[in-house]
């Protein structure tokens, strides 16, 4: 019965420290240099537990509207400018994937006579399938802003490579934000991940000194119902905290 406790403490040990691990890593990219949406690609044991970093793949949006600024500063056509990105885009991972769909995608309907803007538009209002909540809705959110430019360059003539700029330095302010409240959440994360733990190592430890909280907790009335009532203001906990992070994360910057 003793070894079966110590099993159950390593277990539980380890599954807190691959949280805080994790939640360590996504501090050290966030707070991290390095040339925007560079990602260096994990392998082995590494990469089935490091966390995504999101920001790096956010800031990527920002090259984008950059690069079409400078392109249309230089002399390109609005219309062709998408094709230009496309064909140059050096973006990794899921976002980076979807932001040259998007590029080829919107030149392609460009060449057959569709407006950029409505391409754009048609983006901004569809899911961003890159496999997170947030990127998702940062990828609608600029194919939205662009398509507004766009919207009213084609409405009035007025210039879009210093519109874009101005977008351009919005969103690295929204991102440096966003990126400030990953930091600031990463500590309450990971004091919810090993308190969620706390039950398994209190049994493992009742179970190395000698006692059988188990079988008590299974067998006797009242320890059923303490487990059903640990059991249910734990799922509760897990459910009003989870719910805390996304209100926190969905903060706007502005």
Known sequence: MAIGGAGALIMAALLVWSGSAGAAGRLRALGAGGPPGVERPPSGFRARWRRRDRA?????WVTLVRRLAALL??????????GEVSAASGGTGPTGRWITRVCGDVHAAAQVGVPVSAGLARFAGGPAP???????ATARSVCAQLSACWEISERSGASLAQTLSGVA?????????????ESALAGPRVTVRTLSWLPVLALGLGMLMGTDPVTTLLTTAWGRVALVAGAGLTIAGRLWTRTLMHRAEAVSGS
């Open 169 to 181: 330095g919005s969103l690295e302010s929204q991102l440096d934000a966003q990126a400030a409240r």
């Open 56 to 60: 790096a793949e956010a800031m990527q």
């Open 73 to 82: 500063t230089a002399g390109r056509a609005p219309a062709t400018v998408f």
């Open 130 to 136: 890159v496999g997170d909540r947030l990127l998702s």
